[in-house]
């Protein structure tokens, strides 16, 4: 959420830590209404995976009465590297009838990036990190990627017989890469039977991960549109006053006293890692390598939204991914 620095919860940068046994009252407006989250920053891969952590959800000022049904889903993983959506390692049932528009709030709070997929229905992607889509298309049994924090909004029509699911595809990549075997072990069955959601009774729909897992992911490069005239569209052309490049990678090193991964951000760990300065009123392009040894390496800006306006050298032609 764009908030104010002082209610950022970066303890050591925006404010100090609460104390065992002390409080802090987060006082702001909700400006932009969507599907948030919020968790512990204070040594947050140990807090957050203990359980510190909810959903935050915005409701618009005037809200429409579009969908017969919301359901807020939270996939999770827990320090014990147990996985769970919702609290439940064994998957969820939803209440849902047969005609109902339902959208479904996806909320990623794992250290993890899955490839879910909704089957049993055609569906929509309405929603990313909280910002509408304009003209979404159909989308039938095709994969998507969600990032460590990250957030889709999905809206489905029940179908008249029968239930739709909502299913993690991974299936287990055998790296020749022995630092990937060494740090990054893929646990996908552990996801694959936790991270599994039903909409409604009767019969579920049959589905083959590994079928699923080898369709092309969704491609946020092109899905969508954009809206016409919309001032705040940037591109690769946009006059911009400071550009910058982070390079992410990675190495084995000592940290808290015990041998494992570093990560880098231009040959450097934090607390040494590059910073950048910039003014009120910049208008600041970022490019990101990822040169580590993880596919995915998911980032965001605290303070402040970002659009994505390339990747991997490819313009995005679809709606503006903030």
Same mark, same amino acid.
């Given at each position: #959420?764009?908030?104010?620095? =002082?209610?950022?919860?970066?303890?050591?940068?925006?404010?100090? =830590?609460?104390?065992?046994?002390?409080?802090?009252?987060?006082?702001?407006? =909700?400006?932009?209404?969507?599907?948030?989250?919020?968790?512990?920053?204070?040594?947050?891969?140990?807090?957050?995976?203990?359980?510190? @952590?909810?959903?935050?959800?915005?409701?618009?000022?005037?809200?429409?009465?579009?969908?017969?049904?919301?359901?807020?889903?939270?996939?999770?993983?827990? $320090?014990?590297?147990?996985?769970?959506?919702?609290?439940?390692?064994?998957?969820?049932?939803?209440?849902?009838?047969?005609?109902?528009?339902?959208?479904?709030?996806?909320?990623?709070?794992?250290?993890?990036?899955?490839?879910?997929?909704?089957?049993?229905? %055609?569906?929509?992607?309405?929603?990313? $990190?909280?910002?509408?889509?304009?003209?979404?298309?159909?989308?039938?049994?095709? &994969?998507?990627?969600?990032?460590?924090?990250?957030?889709?909004?999905?809206?489905?029509? #029940?179908?008249?017989?029968?239930?739709?699911?909502?299913?993690?595809?991974?299936?287990?990549?055998?790296?020749?890469?022995?630092?990937?075997?060494?740090?990054?072990?893929?646990?996908?069955? =552990?996801?694959?039977?936790?991270?599994?959601?039903?909409?409604?009774?009767?019969?579920?729909?049959?589905? $083959?991960?590994? %079928?699923?897992?080898?369709?092309?992911?969704?491609? #946020?490069?092109?899905?969508?549109? &954009?809206?016409?005239?919309?001032?705040?569209?940037?591109?690769?052309?946009?006059?911009?006053?400071?550009?910058?490049?982070?390079?992410?990678?990675?190495?084995?090193? @000592?940290?808290?006293?015990?041998?494992? #991964?570093? @990560? /880098?951000?231009?040959?450097? /760990?934090?607390?040494?890692?590059?910073?950048?300065?910039?003014?009120?009123?910049?208008?600041?392009?970022?490019?990101?390598?990822?040169?580590?040894?993880?596919? $995915?390496?998911?980032?965001?800006?605290?303070?402040?939204?970002?659009?994505?306006?390339?990747?991997?050298?490819?313009?995005?032609?679809?709606?503006? %991914?903030?």
């Amino acid at each position: #959420m764009e908030l104010p620095n =002082a209610e950022d919860g970066v303890a050591g940068v925006t404010q100090d =830590a609460i104390p065992a046994g002390g409080e802090y009252t987060y006082n702001f407006i =909700a400006r932009h209404p969507g599907t948030y989250w919020y968790h512990s920053h204070q040594q947050s891969s140990i807090q957050t995976g203990k359980g510190l @952590f909810g959903a935050l959800i915005v409701e618009p000022k005037q809200k429409t009465n579009k969908y017969d049904r919301e359901i807020v889903s939270v996939l999770h993983q827990w $320090d014990d590297n147990t996985f769970t959506i919702d609290g439940s390692s064994a998957g969820q049932s939803y209440e849902a009838k047969p005609g109902e528009l339902v959208r479904s709030r996806l909320i990623n709070s794992g250290d993890s990036t899955y490839r879910m997929a909704l089957v049993g229905t %055609s569906y929509q992607i309405v929603a990313m $990190d909280a910002y509408e889509i304009h003209k979404p298309t159909d989308l039938d049994g095709l &994969p998507f990627a969600i990032g460590s924090g990250q957030r889709y909004d999905l809206e489905f029509r #029940m179908p008249d017989n029968g239930a739709v699911q909502s299913l993690n595809v991974d299936t287990p990549v055998k790296s020749s890469n022995p630092v990937k075997r060494w740090f990054f072990t893929p646990s996908s069955e =552990a996801k694959n039977q936790a991270l599994k959601a039903t909409f409604g009774d009767g019969a579920r729909p049959a589905a $083959d991960l590994r %079928s699923l897992a080898q369709k092309p992911l969704f491609d #946020m490069n092109t899905y969508g549109s &954009p809206l016409p005239g919309d001032p705040n569209v940037l591109s690769l052309h946009s006059k911009f006053t400071a550009e910058h490049s982070l390079t992410l990678g990675n190495k084995p090193g @000592f940290f808290n006293g015990r041998f494992t #991964m570093r @990560f /880098t951000i231009n040959g450097k /760990t934090f607390p040494d890692t590059p910073m950048i300065t910039v003014k009120k009123g910049d208008l600041v392009k970022i490019h990101l390598k990822n040169e580590s040894e993880v596919d $995915d390496h998911p980032m965001h800006l605290h303070g402040h939204s970002f659009q994505v306006i390339a990747h991997n050298g490819r313009p995005l032609t679809g709606a503006p %991914s903030r």
